[in-house]
């Protein structure tokens, strides 16, 4: 339902508020490792999500990405529509450009009922609030060795 992109967008965004709750601010290579994602990729969305303002970064020693004071709650809703817009909110879920409730595709009433839910997802759940359930052990943000 996501693209790739927001996908690693979400988990750099939980990785870097787990390390910024250690007072950490981790850098590039370091978020792009933990969240197991090409290095070049992941600083292209860092740079998307801090020119949006959902993230600071700073040069130097001591520096790294982190959230300020004013981000406090950034929902999953926030994260999806910078990376990628509102389309996959009302995207058809079999590909139809004019799919609607007066001419629905053949998935439309289960697929609308699919996405509605999603959305209602990502306007209550936050970066912080799934960082939260990892830094309690209800969750974890990479994949387990098998």
Known sequence: MLAKSTEYAIRA???VQLKNWEDKRPGVVEIATEIEAPAAFSAKILQTLTRHKLLDSAKGRGGGFFFNEE???LTLYQVIHVM???ACFHRC??????????NPCPLHDKY???RDGFYDIVKKETVQSLSTKIKNGQAVLKRLSL
């Open 13 to 15: 965004l939980v990785y």
């Open 71 to 73: 981000q406090t709650e």
């Open 84 to 86: 990628e817009g509102d």
């Open 93 to 102: 879920g079999f590909g139809l450009k004019s799919c609607n409730d007066e």
């Open 112 to 114: 609308k009922v699919v």
